[in-house]
């Protein structure tokens, strides 16, 4: 199952736009989502350097202003987080032009890249975060997969693109970041050790994190059990989804649910081998929730919006499992696995509504067919939702 063709990227609009409004446009996002890919089909004609390769970094850090007659701008300069002080000359190059789009760097390090461009380029960088294919985006270059195909198969484009096995990209994706971008960031004395971390993790999907019980499974200090959380989360691997509450600094404090950015990865770590296994997992539920929620993080990210998805869960356990906040109001979502539609999908917006009686209806995403609306609310298709939070005004 792959294309020959170019898969239309959703966040390329934003792009073009960023690209005539800054003389830089950073854009960060796990390995292998297709940015270099979306610069160089956007940006022909541009100088092309990559810091992964070692002859180019070392030349990077011990001659930037030769590494720039090189490579000279319009330039894209691929994971630069790798020799940040080439931040402090694009900043004084940036500075000197007047045009637009000059700089197009990628990353794959959010926290690190983030702090390095507010340090050198606030204010010169616009800031993109590619997340690896939509369902949105797969079904207009006409793929058309099954609940239990998305859920074992997962988003990555390379998937999409080459005559790849699931089980062999994902195990060359896990062999990689270990490699490549974790022992870069911390210190791992025992891989069995994050490796069984990282498993358990994925048996967690779409669960509060724990970190008591999760340092008691692994075998590790909460200490480490934390840092290797922050460190998964800023290399895209995970992401923490708030609860919601008025005040900002209880948000802060609460805990978190946990996601994994690709679904497809979460799957292959519970020894998902196919469809029909995702069919008749355990935590099936939990995964689909799991695609659910970073397909409305992709929609809101692609449109160069703030993410602003949180869950909500009342002291007497009333839980909505998506909470898109959009101009000060709240669009509540419920999410089910299910196939076959029930009215009693939508019974949590009641407690929900009670406590914010000014939010819209609410709407149960499942994997269902039948699409009914009423005032109380409605009922969509998971592959429509990107086109629903698109929607939302």
Not at 252 to 259: E, N, R, V
Request: aromatic share 10%.
């Amino acid at each position: 199952m792959k294309t020959s063709g170019w898969i239309n990227r959703s966040i390329a609009h934003e792009f073009e736009l960023v690209r005539k409004e800054y003389p830089v446009v950073t854009i960060t996002g796990p390995r292998q989502s297709g940015k270099t890919s979306l610069a160089k089909r956007l940006c022909e004609g541009y100088a092309y350097a990559n810091l992964e390769d070692p002859d180019t970094r070392k030349m990077a850090m011990e001659d930037a202003r030769g590494f720039f007659r090189s490579f000279p701008a319009p330039v894209i300069i691929d994971e630069v987080q790798r020799v940040p002080e080439l931040l402090s000359y694009i900043q004084g190059m940036a500075d000197e032009t007047k045009e637009r789009g000059q700089f197009i760097l990628t990353g794959s390090h959010q926290i690190e890249l983030a702090a390095a461009i507010s340090q050198s380029l606030a204010g010169r960088s616009a800031l993109l975060r590619l997340l690896p294919l939509s369902i949105e985006e797969l079904q207009q270059a006409g793929f058309q997969l099954t609940r239990d195909e998305l859920l074992h198969r997962g988003l990555m484009p390379r998937l999409y693109h080459e005559d790849i096995r699931t089980g062999t990209l994902y195990a060359e994706y896990f062999q990689n970041y270990i490699e490549r971008d974790l022992r870069q960031f911390t210190t791992i004395r025992n891989l069995n050790h994050f490796e069984k971390f990282l498993r358990i993790l994925a048996g967690r999907v779409g669960q509060v994190i724990n970190i008591s019980s999760l340092a008691n499974d692994t075998g590790v200090a909460r200490a480490t059990i934390n840092e290797w959380l922050n460190v998964l989360e800023a290399s895209f691997i995970i992401f923490r989804l708030s609860p919601w509450f008025e005040n900002a600094g209880k948000r802060a404090i609460k805990t978190p649910k946990l996601y994994f950015t690709e679904p497809g990865l979460a799957a292959w770590l519970l020894d998902i081998d196919s469809p029909a296994q995702a069919a008749r997992d355990p935590l099936m539920g939990n995964l689909f929730e799991n695609m659910v929620v970073v397909e409305a993080l992709k929609t809101r990210t692609n449109a160069g919006l703030m993410p602003n998805l949180y869950f909500y869960r009342d002291g007497k356990g009333n839980e909505v499992d998506l909470v898109v906040r959009h101009h000060r109001t709240l669009y509540p979502f419920e999410i089910k696995a299910a196939e076959t539609y029930s009215p009693e999908m939508a019974k949590g917006f009641k407690p929900f509504h009670s406590r914010f009686p000014g939010s819209p209806p609410g709407t149960v995403i499942y994997a269902g067919d039948l699409e009914p609306k009423s005032e109380k609310g409605a009922f969509i298709n998971f592959r429509n939702t990107s086109e629903f939070i698109n929607g939302i005004k």
